[in-house]
């Protein structure tokens, strides 16, 4: 009996051992932020598993799809909104943690005076930029692309030249054809200005008759956009960083030794 009873003592002691052994910790419950962090990344990029940006001295801007400016597009078409990108301008220029603004464009084209608009901005930046063409920088995505301090098309990107349109109705008078011609002539005078192309070569291009079946203008692939002065390099995404880099370090050193 007294054996049995020390046996079941030594039974409890070793239960109650267990349980204090046991750990105490609750088990990691995943944080609602944490879960909409990740909703958002798998939105947005497709993916969780994304670089961390927040140390980076470089803006990445891209410019895809189609430029939407005053008229909202359809919802199935992919458009760049220039009132989205303009306030990612505006805070590129005032972050004093940002020293360099990278473009990459693949682009249809679109609203003439919104394309104008970032054209403008991009050039107007006192930090150094840099732009890539991939795919495509068409219609008015070639103000864009020539707007930045240095250029980068790809190998296999194109560049379409061609006059102003408009879309909708036109009205059939001189004030008419005096409106797209003085839009037409912003355009020439941006692109010509940002670029080492000539104002001949480039109404050459634009005007150009047999290049794009039954319409007016030039599809200039990457090689013949660097051989006509419109881009500055054929390149990609490395050779572009390392020139942003280089003129990040130009501005530096410029800064100190104003300073």
């Known amino acids: ?22 750990p105490t910790t609750e088990p990691k419950v995943e944080k609602p932020e944490e879960k909409s962090t990740l909703v958002d990344k798998l939105q947005q990029l497709g993916q969780t598993n994304v670089p961390d940006m927040g140390s980076s001295n470089i803006h990445c801007l891209t410019i895809i799809g189609q430029i939407e400016g005053h008229m909202q597009l359809p919802p199935q078409n992919k458009t760049s909104k220039y009132e989205h990108i ?19 464009l693949n682009t249809v084209g ?60 036109v009205i059939g008078v001189p004030q008419t054809f005096e409106y797209l011609d003085k839009m037409q002539e912003r355009v020439i005078q941006f692109v010509t200005t940002h670029s080492n ?9 634009m005007f150009s008759k047999g290049n794009l079946t039954r319409d007016i203008g030039t599809n200039v692939i990457g090689t013949d956009a660097v051989q006509y ?31």
Not at 1 to 22: G, K
Not at 230 to 250: D, F, M, P, S, T
């Open 1 to 22: 009996m007294m054996a049995t009873e020390f046996q079941m003592l030594e039974w409890m002691e070793c239960v109650n051992m267990a349980q204090n052994e046991q």
């Open 86 to 104: 303009i306030p990612q301008l505006v805070a590129v220029e005032q972050n004093k943690k940002m020293e360099g603004l990278l473009i990459i």
């Open 110 to 169: 679109g609203d003439v005076e919104a394309g104008l608009a970032l054209a403008e901005m991009i050039a107007s930046l006192s930090k150094p930029t840099v732009t890539l063409v991939l795919g495509g920088g068409h219609s008015i995505g070639v103000p864009i692309a020539t707007a930045a301090d240095h250029s980068f098309i790809a190998n296999t990107a194109t560049m379409t030249i061609h006059p102003v349109r408009l879309t909708g109705m």
């Open 197 to 205: 192309i000539s104002e001949e070569k480039f109404k050459e291009l």
């Open 229 to 259: 002065g419109l881009i500055n390099e054929v390149g990609g995404v490395g050779q572009a960083l390392k020139k942003l880099n280089a003129l990040i370090e130009e501005q530096r050193s410029e800064q100190e030794a104003h300073e």
